[in-house]
């Protein structure tokens, strides 16, 4: 519990930095690090202070996996839903993959009712053979967003 409280603090932090410019991101490629004679490769950056504290999305071999995405504007869990699902697309993309290769979804709603309309936009925006879900109710996601998704797909 007080895990969760120090991450919405910080998270709350960081939409503050965002807002007033402080936080980047930087959409170069970051380093390839080496793992095991792979290459890991980084999306975009999200920075701290100009320290960085975690990639849009890492990709390791065939396998990409991508942070949770929010939607932080006023709307409905529709519109949250949709955004959030197009800037996944997005990432997705440029990192090699598709929303059809995606294996694993995570998806946090900030209040179970919504369950229903988001599933409404949810519905065939991974192809014909969706991948395997998990859906909770948090309680609040970072950012006041009603919803937040994460992924896992292969290139």
């Given at each position: 519990?007080?895990?969760?409280?120090?991450?919405?603090?910080?998270?709350?932090?960081?939409?503050?930095?965002?807002?007033?410019?402080?936080?980047?991101?930087?959409?170069?490629?970051?380093?390839n690090t080496s793992f095991e004679g792979n290459k890991i490769a980084h999306g975009a950056v999200v920075k701290q202070n100009d320290v960085p504290l975690f990639s849009s999305?890492?990709?390791?071999?065939?396998?990409?996996?991508?942070?949770?995405?929010?939607?932080?504007?006023?709307?409905?869990?529709?519109?949250?839903?949709?955004?959030?699902?197009?800037?996944?697309?997005?990432?997705?993309?440029?990192?090699?993959?598709?929303?059809?290769?995606?294996?694993?979804?995570?998806?946090?709603?900030?209040?179970?009712?919504?369950?229903?309309?988001?599933?409404?936009?949810?519905?065939?925006?991974?192809?014909?053979?969706?991948?395997?879900?998990?859906?909770?109710?948090?309680?609040?996601?970072?950012?006041?967003?009603?919803?937040?998704?994460?992924?896992?797909?292969?290139?």
């Amino acid at each position: 519990m007080e895990r969760r409280k120090s991450l919405k603090q910080i998270f709350k932090g960081l939409l503050g930095l965002a807002g007033a410019g402080i936080v980047s991101r930087s959409f170069a490629m970051d380093s390839n690090t080496s793992f095991e004679g792979n290459k890991i490769a980084h999306g975009a950056v999200v920075k701290q202070n100009d320290v960085p504290l975690f990639s849009s999305y890492t990709k390791h071999g065939d396998m990409v996996f991508v942070s949770g995405i929010g939607a932080h504007f006023k709307g409905d869990i529709k519109a949250h839903t949709d955004h959030v699902l197009n800037e996944l697309k997005k990432v997705l993309e440029s990192a090699g993959s598709s929303m059809e290769k995606v294996l694993k979804c995570s998806v946090f709603l900030h209040d179970l009712d919504d369950y229903d309309e988001m599933n409404a936009v949810f519905r065939g925006r991974f192809g014909d053979k969706p991948p395997v879900r998990t859906t909770v109710a948090v309680g609040g996601v970072p950012g006041a967003s009603l919803v937040e998704i994460d992924v896992i797909a292969y290139v």
